[in-house]
C-alpha cells in the first residue's frame, strides 16, 4: 500500500500559520509567509514550463531566496538536484547530463561558471534568481498530498570508481530521517536550529525538512563564521546546531564562556571528533551528539543517544528507532560484538538506488564500505570511512577521482592519492606520482588540476616516486603510502 501524506510544506502553513519559520539576517518569516512565497516562485517555474516529472538543477548559495525556491519545488512535486557550487564546471556539467536536468536555477554569483557549463550541456534553460520578478507566473497545479516513495531530492556522491552517482532520495526518506531525530533527540517547544551547513548537503537540507515537519524556527547562515554563530546562539537562542568537527573545533576555541542553559546540543557529522575537544566542549556546557550518515541515508542513521553522550564519548551511537545496524565480513555474514568488517544499515531513511543505475541494496540493506564494530552493547565505533575516502572539512574525497585526473596529464603515468591529517580541515590530500621525466613542475600539476576539481580535491603537495605499492591483483596499497608519510619527521604541508 502506497503511503500518503500531505504536502508538507502546505500542510504546515495551514497547522502553525503563525509560528515563526525562519530568520535570514534581518527577514523573519512565519510558516504562513513562508508558504505563500514558495507558492509565488512556484508559479514562477509553472510559467518557466517546470512539470511534476523535471528535474531541476539548483547551483545556489545558501540563503533565503534558495529555500523558498527548493520549497516551491516540493508545492508542484518537481525533483530538485542540488549542485555542489564549489564543483568545476566540468564536475557539474557531468551531473547535470547524468541526471537528464532540462533547468538550472542559478544566480550571478556563479556566472562565469555557468557560462562554461552552458558550453559543455548546450540543452539547458538557465534561469538566475535574481531576475525572479521578470519572469512569467503561471497559477501553479499545486500537490495537495505526496506518497512517500516519490523522489524529492537528489544529491551526487562520488563512488570509489570516482564518478559521481546521483541518491535518489525520496519524501519518505526525508520524513523518516525527520522521525528518527526526534524520536532520538527529543523536541521542544522552543527549539531553534541554526543552519550554516551548505543547503546542497544533505545536512543542510534535512534542516529545512525538519523545520516544516517539527513545525520549528531555523536562523539559517550564508556560510559558517563562528563569531556570528556565538552572536545568533544568545540573540535567537539557539538550542541545535549541525556541524562537522572542524566547524565544532572554531566555535569551542572562540569562546571561553559556557554555553547557555537553554542549548540543547551540537549535532556532528563529517567524521568523527578527538576525545579531547569532546571533553573540552563537555566543559564548556557543549553536549555533543556524534552522528553517522551519508547522503545515501539522507542524513544521520545512527547517533548517540543524549543519556550516552559522555559514557560513550568517541562512539557514534545506537541506529536511530526506525533503522538497523550490522557489521559483517566479506561474504556478507554478520559479526559478532567487537569484531570488525563493513559497517551496513537498513531502513525507510535508506535511499532506495541512485539516479539512472542499479538497485545498490542487496536484500534491502546498504554496504557502506566503512570499517568498524559494534561493542556488547550495541553502540557502533566508525574506525576508517571508506578506508581510501578522505574527509577534507566535511567534504567527501574519493582518491580514484584525483588520480583520475593526475593520470590524464601529461609525462603522468600512474598517481596515488591518500589522506594525511591536518589541524584545520581534520584531513587533506597529497598525491604520488609516477612521472616518465615530461610531466611538468608540482606548481605545473596543481595548476592542472584546477581546471577539473574543486579546490578542496587538489593535492596539497605532489610527491614524485619511482612507483606506485600495489598488491597481487595491482591494488595500491595505500596504507604503504601512508606509513611512509608518518616515518618522515620533516613531512609539512604549511
Same mark, same amino acid.
Given at each position: 500500500?502506497?503511503?500518503?501524506?500531505?504536502?508538507?510544506?502546505?500542510?504546515?502553513?495551514?497547522?502553525?500559520?503563525?509560528?515563526?519559520?525562519?530568520?535570514?539576517?534581518?527577514?523573519?518569516?512565519?510558516?504562513?509567509?513562508?508558504?505563500?512565497?514558495?507558492?509565488?516562485?512556484?508559479?514562477?517555474?509553472?510559467?518557466?514550463?517546470?512539470?511534476?516529472?523535471?528535474?531541476?538543477?539548483?547551483?545556489?548559495?545558501?540563503?533565503?531566496?534558495?529555500?523558498?525556491?527548493?520549497?516551491?519545488?516540493?508545492?508542484?512535486?518537481?525533483?530538485?538536484?542540488?549542485?555542489?557550487?564549489?564543483l568545476t564546471a566540468k564536475e557539474i556539467a557531468y551531473q547535470l547530463k547524468d541526471a537528464k536536468v532540462?533547468?538550472?536555477?542559478?544566480?550571478?554569483?556563479?556566472q562565469e561558471k555557468v557560462i562554461q557549463v552552458k558550453e559543455k550541456v548546450l540543452e539547458i534553460s538557465?534561469?538566475?534568481?535574481? #531576475?525572479?520578478?521578470?519572469?512569467?507566473?503561471?497559477?501553479? @497545479? !499545486? &500537490?495537495?498530498? =505526496?506518497?512517500?516513495?516519490? +523522489?524529492?531530492?537528489?544529491?551526487?556522491?562520488?563512488?570509489?570508481?570516482?564518478?559521481?552517482?546521483?541518491?535518489?532520495?525520496?519524501?519518505?526518506?526525508?520524513?523518516?530521517?525527520?522521525?528518527?531525530?526526534?524520536?532520538?533527540?527529543?523536541?521542544?517547544?522552543?527549539?531553534?536550529?541554526?543552519?550554516?551547513?551548505?543547503?546542497?548537503?544533505?545536512?543542510?537540507?534535512?534542516?529545512?525538512?525538519?523545520?516544516?515537519?517539527?513545525?520549528?524556527?531555523?536562523?539559517?547562515?550564508?556560510?559558517? #563564521?563562528?563569531?556570528?554563530?556565538?552572536?545568533?546562539?544568545? @540573540? !535567537? &537562542?539557539?538550542? =541545535?546546531?549541525?556541524?562537522? +568537527?572542524?566547524?565544532?573545533?572554531?566555535?569551542?576555541?572562540?569562546?571561553?564562556?559556557?554555553?547557555?542553559?537553554?542549548?540543547?546540543?551540537?549535532?556532528?557529522?563529517?567524521?568523527?571528533?578527538?576525545?579531547?575537544?569532546?571533553?573540552?566542549?563537555?566543559?564548556?556546557?557543549?553536549?555533543?551528539?556524534?552522528?553517522?550518515?551519508?547522503?545515501?541515508?539522507?542524513?544521520?542513521?545512527?547517533?548517540?543517544?543524549?543519556?550516552?553522550?559522555?559514557?560513550?564519548?568517541?562512539?557514534?551511537?545506537?541506529?536511530?528507532?526506525?533503522?538497523?545496524?550490522?557489521?559483517?565480513?566479506?561474504?556478507?555474514?554478520?559479526?559478532?560484538?567487537?569484531?570488525?568488517?563493513?559497517?551496513?544499515?537498513?531502513?525507510?531513511?535508506?535511499?532506495?538506488?541512485?539516479?539512472?543505475?542499479?538497485?545498490?541494496?542487496?536484500?534491502?540493506?546498504?554496504?557502506?564500505?566503512?570499517?568498524?564494530?559494534?561493542?556488547?552493547?550495541?553502540?557502533?565505533?566508525?574506525?576508517?570511512r571508506r578506508s581510501d575516502l578522505i574527509i577534507s572539512g566535511g567534504e567527501n574525497v574519493y582518491p580514484?577521482?584525483?588520480?583520475?585526473?593526475?593520470?590524464?596529464?601529461?609525462?603522468?603515468?600512474?598517481?596515488?592519492?591518500?589522506?594525511?591529517?591536518?589541524?584545520?580541515?581534520?584531513?587533506?590530500?597529497?598525491?604520488?606520482?609516477?612521472?616518465?621525466?615530461?610531466?611538468?613542475?608540482?606548481?605545473?600539476?596543481?595548476?592542472?588540476?584546477?581546471?577539473?576539481?574543486?579546490?578542496?580535491?587538489?593535492?596539497?603537495?605532489?610527491?614524485?616516486?619511482?612507483?606506485?605499492?600495489?598488491?597481487?591483483?595491482?591494488?595500491?596499497?595505500?596504507?604503504?603510502?601512508?606509513?611512509?608519510?608518518?616515518?618522515?619527521?620533516?613531512?609539512?604541508?604549511?
Amino acid at each position: 500500500m502506497t503511503e500518503i501524506l500531505p504536502n508538507f510544506i502546505k500542510n504546515r502553513a495551514h497547522l502553525t500559520p503563525d509560528r515563526e519559520a525562519i530568520v535570514y539576517k534581518e527577514k523573519r518569516l512565519t510558516f504562513k509567509e513562508l508558504y505563500e512565497m514558495a507558492y509565488y516562485r512556484a508559479g514562477i517555474l509553472t510559467g518557466l514550463g517546470v512539470k511534476d516529472t523535471d528535474y531541476v538543477g539548483f547551483l545556489v548559495k545558501s540563503d533565503l531566496e534558495t529555500v523558498l525556491h527548493l520549497y516551491a519545488m516540493q508545492i508542484i512535486g518537481a525533483k530538485a538536484v542540488l549542485l555542489n557550487n564549489r564543483l568545476t564546471a566540468k564536475e557539474i556539467a557531468y551531473q547535470l547530463k547524468d541526471a537528464k536536468v532540462t533547468y538550472l536555477i542559478t544566480e550571478e554569483l556563479f556566472q562565469e561558471k555557468v557560462i562554461q557549463v552552458k558550453e559543455k550541456v548546450l540543452e539547458i534553460s538557465i534561469y538566475l534568481k535574481e #531576475d525572479i520578478e521578470e519572469y512569467t507566473y503561471i497559477e501553479p @497545479k !499545486e &500537490k495537495d498530498y =505526496i506518497t512517500l516513495d516519490e +523522489t524529492c531530492t537528489i544529491m551526487y556522491t562520488s563512488g570509489t570508481t570516482g564518478l559521481p552517482k546521483g541518491v535518489i532520495q525520496s519524501y519518505g526518506n526525508h520524513w523518516w530521517s525527520a522521525v528518527g531525530n526526534t524520536l532520538n533527540a527529543g523536541l521542544y517547544e522552543k527549539d531553534t536550529w541554526l543552519c550554516t551547513v551548505p543547503i546542497f548537503h544533505i545536512s543542510g537540507y534535512s534542516i529545512l525538512m525538519k523545520s516544516i515537519i517539527y513545525g520549528m524556527k531555523i536562523v539559517l547562515h550564508e556560510s559558517f #563564521d563562528e563569531k556570528r554563530v556565538l552572536q545568533d546562539l544568545w @540573540k !535567537e &537562542k539557539i538550542t =541545535i546546531i549541525s556541524v562537522v +568537527t572542524t566547524m565544532l573545533q572554531r566555535i569551542e576555541q572562540a569562546t571561553s564562556e559556557k554555553f547557555p542553559a537553554y542549548f540543547r546540543y551540537m549535532l556532528l557529522g563529517g567524521g568523527p571528533a578527538t576525545v579531547e575537544l569532546l571533553t573540552r566542549c563537555i566543559n564548556k556546557g557543549i553536549l555533543v551528539y556524534y552522528s553517522y550518515g551519508m547522503t545515501e541515508t539522507s542524513s544521520q542513521i545512527v547517533t548517540l543517544s543524549p543519556e550516552d553522550s559522555i559514557s560513550k564519548i568517541g562512539s557514534a551511537g545506537k541506529p536511530l528507532f526506525p533503522a538497523q545496524l550490522r557489521i559483517v565480513n566479506p561474504l556478507g555474514e554478520e559479526l559478532g560484538p567487537n569484531e570488525v568488517g563493513e559497517i551496513t544499515v537498513c531502513g525507510p531513511n535508506v535511499s532506495k538506488g541512485y539516479l539512472n543505475k542499479e538497485n545498490h541494496l542487496i536484500n534491502g540493506w546498504f554496504f557502506t564500505g566503512d570499517i568498524g564494530y559494534i561493542d556488547s552493547e550495541g553502540f557502533l565505533y566508525v574506525l576508517d570511512r571508506r578506508s581510501d575516502l578522505i574527509i577534507s572539512g566535511g567534504e567527501n574525497v574519493y582518491p580514484a577521482e584525483v588520480e583520475a585526473v593526475l593520470t590524464e596529464m601529461e609525462g603522468i603515468r600512474e598517481a596515488a592519492v591518500i589522506g594525511i591529517p591536518d589541524a584545520q580541515w581534520g584531513q587533506v590530500p597529497v598525491a604520488f606520482v609516477v612521472e616518465d621525466g615530461s610531466a611538468g613542475s608540482e606548481k605545473w600539476i596543481m595548476e592542472n588540476c584546477e581546471k577539473s576539481l574543486a579546490k578542496y580535491k587538489i593535492p596539497k603537495k605532489i610527491i614524485f616516486v619511482s612507483e606506485i605499492p600495489r598488491n597481487a591483483s595491482g591494488k595500491i596499497v595505500r596504507r604503504d603510502l601512508r606509513k611512509w608519510v608518518e616515518e618522515q619527521k620533516d613531512f609539512y604541508l604549511r
